[in-house]
C-alpha cells in the first residue's frame, strides 16, 4: 500500500450507558446554570438515535505524508480528532488491526472520553467533510462509480440532479464553447434538448432546426416565431448574396463567399463526384455572373440561365474581359456537361415549396434577434424530402453565419445566438459549421450538435467537434461508440466504460470545461424532464415569401426589353 483510510463503524450499546450516566449527572446542574440546561437537551436527541463508535486509520508507505494527511483530516472534521503513529514491520500486523473490530469497556469510555469517536446515524456524515476538489485539489479513487461532484455554477440554471440528488446547474458561459449530445435513438435527447431550450432562453435568442417536427410541434407553444417549411410561411433563399457592407470591395468579398459556400452545397445536395469538373465550372461561371446582375439569386434564376445559354438564347455580353472568355468556354461545352447540371438543379428549381421559399430572404435577423426570443423551424424531412430538407437546414445556418459576420464587421452588439440542430449529420461538412465551431467567439454564434452515433460523421469532424466543444453529454450508446468516448476522461475510463451502455432513460454523463482554478470530472446526471404537450399553433404571419419568378432574358440581357418581339405570321404575310 502507499495511502489508504480505513473507517469502522461498530453499534456499541455500551454508548447509551455512558450517555444515560451523564443525563443524570447534568440534569442535576441544569435547573442553576443554562449552560449545562443546553447540553442537556443535546444529550437527550443524541440517545434517541442508536449511536456508533468510530475508529479511523490511515495507512502510509511515508511517515512524513502520513503526519501532513493527519494534520489535513483534523482540519476538515467537524470532530476532535487524536491519532497515534505506530510502526508497522509487516503486511500482517496492518491486516490484524483492520479486521480487529472496535471495542468500548464502560470503564475505559467513562475515564478516556477524549480517546473514542462517537457518532448518532443521521450525524455520521459529520466525521469528515470532504474538501471540495474545485478547491483542494484531491484524487478520486478508481474502480468507484463516477464522483457525485458536481460544477459550481450559483447563477446557473438548473438541468437536472445526479443519483444523490445534487443539483446540476449550467451557465451560458459554459455554452459559449458549444454544445456536442450524441446518444441512441429513446436514450432521451429530446428531453435533454428541450430542457436546454426552455431553460437557457431568458438569456439568449434561440434557434431550433428539427427536421423530424416532434420536438418543434412541442415547443410550438413557447416559440416566438413558428416556421414551417411545408407551407412555407418564411422566405431563406441560400443562393442570395450576403450584405457584408456598402463598398464595392465589400460586394467582391460577398460574391467570393457566396460562391465558395454554395459550391459546397452543390457538392453535397448534388452528390458531385470528383470527376465532374465541367459541372463544378458551369455553375461557379454562371452564379459570379448572375451575381453580377442582382443580389437575390434563385435555383429558377440558376436553371433558366443554364437553360438559355444551351439552347443559346441568351446572347450575354460583360465588360470584364478575363469574365468574358470564362462565359465563352461554357458556351461552348456539349450539350451532356449542360444536361449533367440541369438534371440536378431540375429538382429543386421546379419543386413548389423549394421554389416558394426560397424566391427571397424575409427573415430581417437584425430586427427579431433579442434575448428570451425562441425561433422554432419545423422541417419535416419525411414530407419534404432529405435534399430539401437539408436545403432549408443549410440555408438557415448560412443566413444566420451571414448575419453574424455582418454585425461583428459593424461593431454591432453581440447578443448570444444558440442554434439547436437535431439530426446534425446532415449538415455537419458545411464549411459555416466548422467556421463557427472555430470562431464562437468572434461570431457570437453558439452551436448545439445532437446526433446518435459516432460513424454518422467522418474521424476527423468527429475529432474537429470534440476539441471545439466545451459542454458535452454522452447519454446511453453501445458497440464501438463507448470505446470512443470513455477516452474522453482517461481516469475514469474503467467507470465510463461500464456506466455507459446502461444508462436510463434521460440520464446523461455531462463532460464540462473547467475555468480557471477549477477541476472537472465527469458526472452522470438525471436531465429535468419538463413536461410540454404538442399543441396546434398557427404559423407566424408577416415573413410569408412572394415566391414572383424573374424573366431572365430582361435582366441579363436588358435591351431586349426594348425590341419588339417579331411575329413569325406577320413576316410571312409582309414578306
Not at 120 to 139: A, C, T
Not at 202 to 208: C, D, T, V
Request: charged letters at 25%; aromatic letters at 10%; hydrophobic letters at 40%.
Amino acid at each position: 500500500y502507499k495511502r489508504q483510510m480505513f473507517l469502522w463503524f461498530k453499534l456499541e450499546p455500551n454508548l447509551k450507558e455512558v450517555h444515560y450516566w451523564k443525563l443524570n449527572k447534568i440534569q442535576k446542574l441544569a435547573s442553576t446554570s443554562e449552560k449545562h440546561k443546553q447540553y442537556l437537551q443535546q444529550l437527550r436527541e443524541k440517545v434517541k438515535e442508536p449511536l456508533y463508535l468510530i475508529k479511523l486509520y490511515l495507512f502510509d508507505s511515508d511517515r512524513r505524508r502520513l503526519k501532513f494527511t493527519a494534520r489535513e483530516l483534523q482540519a476538515y472534521s467537524n470532530l476532535r480528532l487524536s491519532f497515534e503513529i505506530p510502526l508497522f514491520k509487516a503486511n500482517k500486523d496492518v491486516i490484524k488491526i483492520i479486521n480487529t473490530p472496535p471495542k468500548l469497556s464502560l470503564i475505559y469510555a467513562f475515564f478516556n472520553e477524549k480517546k473514542w469517536i462517537h457518532l448518532p446515524r443521521s450525524g455520521i456524515q459529520q466525521l469528515l467533510v470532504i474538501p471540495d476538489p474545485n478547491v483542494i485539489p484531491i484524487g478520486i479513487g478508481r474502480g468507484s462509480p463516477l464522483p457525485d461532484v458536481v460544477p459550481e455554477r450559483p447563477n446557473g440554471v438548473r438541468i437536472g440532479v445526479t443519483d444523490s440528488g445534487k443539483e446540476v446547474k449550467i451557465e451560458l458561459k459554459d455554452m459559449e464553447r458549444h454544445t456536442y449530445i450524441i446518444g441512441m435513438t429513446g436514450a432521451g435527447k429530446t428531453t435533454l434538448m428541450k430542457t436546454l431550450i426552455l431553460r437557457m432562453k431568458p438569456y439568449a435568442f434561440e434557434i431550433l432546426l428539427d427536421p423530424h417536427g416532434d420536438v418543434s410541434d412541442e415547443l410550438a407553444g413557447d416559440a416566438d416565431y413558428f416556421f414551417d417549411a411545408y407551407i412555407p410561411n418564411f422566405g431563406v433563399n441560400p443562393l442570395a448574396l450576403p450584405k457584408l457592407g456598402d463598398t464595392k470591395e465589400d460586394r467582391i468579398r460577398a460574391i467570393d463567399l457566396a460562391v465558395s459556400h454554395n459550391l459546397e452545397i452543390f457538392q453535397k445536395l448534388f452528390k458531385l463526384p470528383e470527376n465532374a469538373p465541367y459541372v463544378r465550372y458551369i455553375l461557379e461561371v454562371v452564379l459570379r455572373y448572375l451575381y453580377s446582375k442582382d443580389d437575390n439569386v434563385t435555383f429558377a434564376d440558376l436553371y433558366n440561365t443554364v437553360t438559355g445559354l444551351m439552347s443559346d438564347e441568351l446572347d450575354i455580353d460583360v465588360d470584364d474581359r478575363e469574365f468574358q472568355q470564362d462565359l465563352e468556354v461554357v458556351k461552348n461545352l456539349n450539350d451532356t456537361s449542360f444536361l449533367s447540371v440541369l438534371s440536378r438543379i431540375s429538382p429543386y428549381a421546379k419543386n413548389f415549396v423549394l421554389k416558394k421559399m426560397t424566391s427571397e430572404n424575409t427573415i430581417d435577423w437584425m430586427k427579431i434577434v433579442k434575448p428570451g426570443k425562441l425561433a422554432v423551424f419545423k422541417i419535416q424531412k419525411g414530407a419534404l424530402g432529405s435534399g430539401v430538407g437539408f436545403l432549408t437546414m443549410a440555408a438557415i445556418i448560412m443566413s444566420i453565419y451571414f448575419y453574424s459576420f455582418l454585425r461583428a464587421k459593424l461593431g454591432l452588439e453581440r447578443i448570444p445566438i444558440i442554434v439547436y440542430i437535431d439530426e446534425f449529420q446532415n449538415v455537419a461538412d458545411l464549411e459555416a459549421i466548422q467556421t463557427i465551431l472555430s470562431e464562437s467567439r468572434k461570431y457570437g454564434v453558439h452551436l448545439v450538435l445532437a446526433h446518435q452515433y459516432e460513424k454518422q460523421l467522418p474521424d476527423d469532424l468527429v475529432d474537429a467537434v470534440l476539441g471545439n466543444t466545451g459542454l458535452k453529454f454522452i447519454m446511453k450508446i453501445q458497440g464501438t461508440d463507448v470505446s470512443r468516448f470513455t477516452k474522453l476522461d482517461p481516469a475514469f475510463e474503467d467507470e465510463l466504460k461500464e456506466l455507459l451502455p446502461s444508462l436510463e432513460v434521460g440520464s446523461a454523463v455531462m463532460f464540462i470545461t473547467p475555468r480557471p482554478g477549477e477541476k472537472s470530472v465527469p458526472v452522470k446526471v438525471n436531465i429535468d424532464r419538463i413536461e410540454t404537450k404538442a399543441v396546434k399553433v398557427e404559423p407566424t404571419r408577416g415573413f410569408e415569401p412572394k415566391g414572383k419568378e424573374k424573366n431572365m432574358k430582361d435582366l441579363l440581357v436588358p435591351v431586349l426589353k426594348y425590341i419588339k418581339k417579331p411575329d413569325p405570321l406577320l413576316q410571312r404575310i409582309w414578306y
